[in-house]
């Protein structure tokens, strides 16, 4: 546990901590795929690399979105992955987060540079809930009205 303030975080981690938000320069870390052993990541980020419209897909916007948050999700505890389609086409650039034993989210209408911060202020909420569970008022302000689902754990959630 260290003593940063709330939104960053604080299990697991190792300095320098970037979770907060901040848009320090750090080596790039590569998308991480395939891991066998993600006993040492706290959470997963699932980024849709199919997202978009008819008439509006923007891969490199989907392509720097997951390439920011996976520079900074590591020393948050987390992985990022692309995934081929999160089925959240009519609300474009959709991410999820998900964990062993937790709830899972799925964002939409992702706005891909400015919801960063917002996204890595929930990630470092969501390593900090037992459960996963939190309501929509707890959540950082960029991704409020843009949940899309929040599904319980396969154990399934008893208040």
Partial sequence: MSDKPDGVCRKRLKAPRLCDGGLSSVPQTPILTGIKDVSK?????????????????????????????????????????????MAGCERPMVVGFTAPDKASYLFGDIDPVNDIPALLAFGALYSRLDDGWCNEGHRPEGLRGKTLARIPASGGWNP
């Fill in 41 to 85: 990541h706290a959470y997963t980020i699932h980024v849709c690399d199919r997202c978009g419209t008819d008439k509006v897909r923007d891969p490199q916007a989907i392509n720097d979105l997951t390439e920011q948050l996976a520079s900074k999700a590591e020393d948050c505890g987390a992985r990022v992955v692309s995934v081929r389609c």
